[in-house]
Nanobody, 121 residues
């Protein structure tokens, strides 16, 4: 599966953004999707994951209650709605996928190119 992340941009603290991760290729098979981020000078950080059905989700403590991951399999797209953004959310955001119904971890086989989010304080 190929992944294309989009939706990043510049937003003020307290604002919102919605990221999209569009999948192409072998999308007829079930695949779980995760979002990660990497801030300048820092290691990559797990953000959230969602199962193929969308019925199971998980979030990092740092974004819980502010971010929501969802998916529309008819559009082969996974979303990350980010609300109440903080300066520390500034990072390049990546989506990743593994074939299967659910996956929790960082060892994804397929990665998108990343979309940059900048939150000004």
């Amino acid at each position: 599966v190929q992944l294309q992340a989009s939706g990043g941009g510049l937003v003020q603290a307290g604002g919102s953004l919605r990221l999209s991760c569009a999948a192409s290729g072998r999308t007829s098979s079930s695949y779980a999707v995760g979002w990660f981020r990497q801030a300048p000078g820092k290691e990559r950080e797990y953000v959230a994951t969602i199962s193929w059905s969308g019925g199971s989700t998980d979030y990092a403590d740092s974004v819980k209650g502010r971010f929501t991951i969802s998916r529309d399999n008819a559009k082969n797209t996974v979303y990350l709605q980010m609300n109440s953004l903080k300066a520390e959310d500034t990072a390049v955001y990546y989506c990743a996928a593994n074939y299967g119904t659910y996956y929790y971890g960082e060892d994804y086989d397929y990665w998108g190119q990343g979309t940059e989010v900048t939150v000004s304080s």
